[in-house]
């Protein structure tokens, strides 16, 4: 398969994401992003959070947000408390920059021809590390509420089943990584999941884990772009 670096990427592709602060009940907020939207350039994107109210091709699953942020420059995240009341199938979009992670998502949608491509992730919680990540998962569990930084939860049902829509019963792409902390997580994602056709390169760590799609080396980036295709074909 032919391997599009990033340049070329960024001008067939834009996201967009919704950022907010989690309200926890101890007074404490924690920085989060609950949706990564990859649309091509042909969808209309006058009013991006119009997107979020899209069905789009396929969802892909990961870890949790990184690093991402805002590239709308003086952004103030909205400030939320779950459970929410009201619509949740509408969120507020700003434009975000991509990373390598999110690159492979869009060799894949470039090889089947998707158009839009929802991202959610076992966490809303935006930390680069994995490590400091998964402290703060356990600080959060030990915390009233504090559950709610993931999708998956039972408090999030009707968010969750809105944004796991998609145009076809594609399969859904999972590649959260092979990281032995994630399993109470992931254990949650899946029941929200359970019967759904899915897609994703097997870890030898653990069966619920799979692969990150965007190792290190690029050779190692292209053996996961093979098999992921091969499964979705």
Same mark, same amino acid.
């Given at each position: 398969?032919?391997?599009?670096?990033?340049?070329?990427?960024? /001008?067939?592709?834009?996201?967009?994401?919704?950022?907010?602060?989690?309200?926890?009940?101890?007074?404490?907020?924690?920085?989060? !992003?609950?949706? #990564? @939207?990859?649309?091509? !350039?042909?969808?209309?994107?006058? +009013?991006?959070?119009?997107?979020?109210?899209?069905?789009?091709?396929?969802?892909?699953?990961?870890?949790?947000?990184?690093?991402?942020?805002?590239?709308?420059?003086?952004?103030? =995240?909205?400030?939320?408390?779950?459970?929410?009341?009201? /619509? #949740?199938?509408?969120?507020?979009?700003?434009?975000?920059?991509?990373?390598?992670?999110?690159?492979?998502?869009? !060799?894949?949608?470039?090889?089947?021809? $998707?158009?839009?491509?929802?991202?959610? +992730?076992?966490?809303?919680? !935006?930390? *680069? /590390?994995?490590?400091?990540?998964?402290?703060?998962?356990?600080?959060?569990?030990?915390?009233?509420?504090?559950?709610?930084?993931?999708?998956?939860?039972?408090?999030?049902?009707?968010?969750?089943?809105?944004?796991?829509?998609?145009?076809?019963?594609? *399969?859904?792409? %999972?590649? $959260?990584?092979? =990281?032995?902390?994630?399993? *109470?997580?992931?254990?949650?994602? %899946?029941?929200?999941?359970?019967? @759904?056709?899915?897609?994703?390169?097997?870890?030898?760590?653990?069966? #619920?884990? +799979?692969?990150? *799609?965007?190792?290190?080396? &690029?050779?190692?980036?292209? &053996? $996961?772009?093979?098999?992921?295709?091969?499964?979705? +074909?």
């Amino acid at each position: 398969m032919e391997f599009l670096y990033a340049a070329e990427l960024k /001008k067939q592709f834009t996201c967009y994401g919704h950022f907010y602060e989690l309200q926890l009940m101890n007074g404490e907020r924690a920085r989060c !992003r609950s949706v #990564l @939207e990859i649309v091509d !350039r042909s969808i209309q994107q006058e +009013n991006p959070s119009d997107i979020s109210e899209m069905i789009p091709d396929v969802v892909v699953i990961m870890m949790n947000p990184g690093s991402s942020r805002p590239k709308v420059e003086g952004h103030v =995240d909205e400030v939320i408390e779950f459970p929410m009341s009201g /619509k #949740l199938t509408r969120k507020p979009l700003v434009l975000t920059q991509p990373d390598n992670t999110q690159y492979q998502v869009m !060799r894949v949608a470039v090889s089947k021809g $998707w158009n839009h491509i929802r991202v959610l +992730n076992l966490s809303d919680l !935006r930390d *680069p /590390k994995s490590g400091s990540f998964l402290q703060k998962v356990d600080m959060l569990g030990g915390i009233m509420g504090g559950h709610v930084h993931s999708i998956f939860c039972d408090e999030r049902s009707e968010e969750c089943a809105f944004s796991l829509k998609r145009k076809t019963p594609t *399969p859904m792409v %999972l590649g $959260w990584g092979q =990281d032995l902390g994630l399993l *109470p997580l992931v254990e949650q994602c %899946l029941e929200k999941i359970e019967g @759904e056709p899915a897609a994703t390169v097997p870890s030898a760590v653990h069966p #619920l884990l +799979n692969a990150h *799609p965007s190792p290190m080396l &690029q050779k190692k980036k292209i &053996q $996961w772009l093979e098999t992921i295709l091969n499964h979705l +074909n």
